[in-house]
């Protein structure tokens, strides 16, 4: 038997690994992509539906028939509709916060209807999805 003074691996044997974990990483990484951005959409939707509920408890208990301006006050007037800076009684704990661009700025739209019937949160593309109390789904808005 041979015996080898320097011992480690030969080049064809680290092409191989490198290879092999080339391979690995294309077929591991758009999984995780793809649930990045799942899970992106499973926040805005869930989102969404908060909103849309604690929006319809607004409608009932503080003005009937009327939904918070938004546009005007941004989120204050659901997280403190009394304006005595006691969040306790607010509709919502936190700003809603748009997953896709880490803002929760709330702005006006020029087909969003009559004011205060709608909300546009904007996406990285800076297109706006539109949504109002009716909006259940990440669908339907695009």
Do not use: C
């Amino acid at each position: 038997m041979r015996n080898r003074k320097n011992q480690g691996f030969t080049l064809v044997e680290i092409l191989i690994v490198v290879v092999i974990l080339g391979i690995l990483a294309a077929i591991v990484v758009p999984q995780f992509t793809n649930a990045s951005q799942s899970a992106t959409v499973s926040s805005i939707e869930s989102q969404l539906q908060t909103v849309r509920g604690q929006l319809e408890l607004f409608r009932i208990q503080e003005a009937p028939h009327s939904y918070p301006d938004l546009i005007n006050d941004q989120w204050d007037t659901m997280l403190d509709p009394n304006g005595d800076g006691d969040q306790e009684d607010g509709y919502l704990q936190e700003e809603p916060v748009n997953p896709w661009t880490g803002t929760s700025l709330v702005a006006a739209a020029e087909d969003a209807g009559p004011p205060a019937t709608g909300w546009v949160w904007v996406s990285p593309d800076f297109t706006a999805a539109y949504f109002d109390e009716d909006t259940r789904t990440l669908q339907d808005i695009q």
